[in-house]
């Protein structure tokens, strides 16, 4: 069960299939043409990749690498819980609740997050206003990443069969207990794939921590590009920075509902037991 599409048929998973392989091939020959236009070009001579054979380089890369891994944290810790309250929020039967919770959604969903991220570094000091640099980037990231989390934990708890809250209330939980201990555990469980998809855009969106000054991964190379000159080289290194992180995180992702998957199952094998 998905809650943003139905699962494809034998026809569509072909079509998959055959895109996906020709979406690898082109990409391959793209890289192969990139690696010889490189070549000819001298790009690659290793005096081109001198600062890189240096550790100072690298502990600037590091280090910027662990702002970038913080400001992606800081965002995830306001992200998620802003998510999922505004996502019961708009749930809610409550006028008084859903009302705002969707128009906030649908504000900050709407909503350039550079455009937030200047009102926090230029109006908000002009009121008194003037959190710290990392704040400035964090929080922007963290309410405007919390509203598309909302919309995902919202597609999550509608995609659960109707079923599964009235048996719960029909066995003796309040419709509180039954939110929390039966609906949203499967809900979370149908759109980690989405929530994770979130998290990698996320750490993408602390690359703007340019706008504030703040030293993350790109501002870094951008710093370093302007004292070296190679342009190429270092944008390269980021990039397969950036890709490792995102294989990592997916990695992680798939670990963790592996783990899901696997007590759900004994769950189920010792509810059948004891029903035996």
Not at 46 to 64: D, G, I, M, N
Not at 126 to 143: A, E, M, Q, S, T
Not at 157 to 185: T, Y
Not at 245 to 255: E, G, T, V
């Amino acid at each position: 069960m998905s809650a943003l599409f139905d699962a494809p048929g034998p026809r569509a998973r072909r079509r998959v299939r055959w895109l996906t392989a020709i979406s690898i091939l082109l990409t391959l020959t793209l890289l192969v043409l990139a690696y010889a236009q490189f070549y000819r070009s001298g790009q690659l001579a290793p005096s081109k990749w001198a600062e890189f054979r240096t550790s100072s380089s690298w502990s600037y890369l590091l280090s910027a690498l662990g702002n970038t891994a913080l400001a992606a944290l800081g965002a995830a810790v306001i992200a998620l819980p802003l998510g999922l309250f505004l996502a019961l929020g708009r749930l809610s039967k409550a006028k008084f609740l859903r009302w705002p919770c969707t128009a906030v959604i649908e504000f900050l969903r709407a909503v350039p997050l550079l455009l937030i991220i200047y009102i926090f570094m230029s109006g908000l000091p002009n009121y008194g206003v003037n959190p710290d640099v990392f704040w400035k980037l964090v929080i922007p990231i963290g309410i405007c990443s919390g509203a598309t989390i909302a919309e995902v934990f919202r597609a999550g708890v509608l995609a659960l069969p109707k079923g599964q809250n009235e048996a719960a209330i029909a066995l003796g939980l309040s419709k509180a207990q039954a939110l929390r201990i039966i609906v949203l555990p499967q809900a979370v469980r149908i759109v980690l794939p989405a929530l994770i998809a979130q998290v990698v855009i996320l750490l993408k969106d602390t690359t703007l921590g340019y706008v504030v000054s703040y030293g993350e991964l790109q501002q870094a190379s951008s710093v370093l590009v302007a004292s070296t000159g190679h342009l190429v080289q270092t944008y390269l290194i980021v990039t397969v920075i950036y890709i490792g992180l995102n294989i990592l995180i997916s990695q992680a992702a798939s670990a963790i509902d592996r783990r899901l998957s696997r007590r759900r199952a004994g769950n189920r094998s010792l509810t059948t037991e004891a029903m035996t």
